[in-house]
């Protein structure tokens, strides 16, 4: 079965400590995104990558860091520098760049709560 | 900077009943996509809209697009319970590479 998987569901993340989120695709998808998600509200874009070695920062990049070194994974790290981490976390991937259609198919989230 | 709104943002509607959410967005586009995200679930791609005038249609939902008015619309149908969820509108500007600029949700609760 072709997908997007994101582990772990739920990560506890203590004061000053860096965490890393995976995702992992697939569907032979060259970009990758990480977005957050507050309760109630819409999504917001950290990073995203269009190919591989290659990553552009989004809208709230501040306190993540990514990397893209093979195709099919894109890490997500939250470092503690992020002081407000408590968020739904959503990884997607879309189809090559190049072409007319642009979805982008989403995995089933990570939950990040700080103790 | 591209903008999505969408409106309304919440949304209570007695099954049976139509209605319709509306996506605006601020710069030339002819790419719009619509999600559903159930509560606590991550998004499930609904519709893609690729050209102007498109229309596509799946069970009680209908999406359509208008680029020249910059306007999508989501119309529903004799809502049922199971369509509560809360529905996103995303665009594909024409400068944004392969990001896309998402509205804020509108959060559909269909009551019996």
């Known amino acids: 079965d072709g997908g997007i998987t994101q582990s772990p569901k739920y990560l506890f993340r203590k004061e000053g400590q860096n965490v890393t989120l995976s995702c992992e695709q697939n569907?032979?998808?060259?970009?990758m995104y990480w977005y957050r998600q507050d309760p109630g509200q819409g999504l917001r874009l950290i990073y995203y990558s269009q190919i591989v070695n290659d990553f552009q920062k989004g809208d709230i990049a501040e306190g993540y860091s990514v990397s893209r070194e093979k195709k099919e994974s894109f890490p997500l790290t939250v470092t503690s520098a992020q002081k407000n981490p408590t968020a739904f976390y959503l990884c997607?991937?879309?189809?090559?760049?190049?072409?007319?259609?642009?979805?982008?198919?989403f995995g089933p989230g990570t939950r990040l709560l700080v103790l | 900077e591209l903008k999505v709104e969408q409106n309304p943002l919440f949304l209570s509607m007695q099954e049976g009943k139509n209605y319709t959410i509306y996506c605006n967005y601020s710069?030339?586009?002819?790419?719009l996509y619509w999600y559903r995200q159930d509560p606590g679930k991550s998004l499930e791609s609904l519709f893609v809209?690729?050209?102007?005038?498109a229309v596509k249609q799946e069970g009680r939902l209908m999406a359509s697009l208008d680029t020249k008015a910059r306007l999508s619309t989501l119309h529903i149908t004799a809502a049922v319970h199971d369509l509560s969820a809360t529905y996103f509108c995303a665009v594909d500007g024409e400068t944004s590479g392969s990001r896309l600029t998402f509205g804020e949700g509108t959060q559909l609760t269909v009551n019996p």
């Open positions: 569907l032979n998808h060259d970009a």
């Open positions: 710069t030339t586009s002819d790419r």
């Open positions: 809209l690729l050209s102007n005038g």
């Open positions: 997607a991937s879309s189809i090559p760049s190049g072409g007319s259609q642009k979805t982008q198919y």
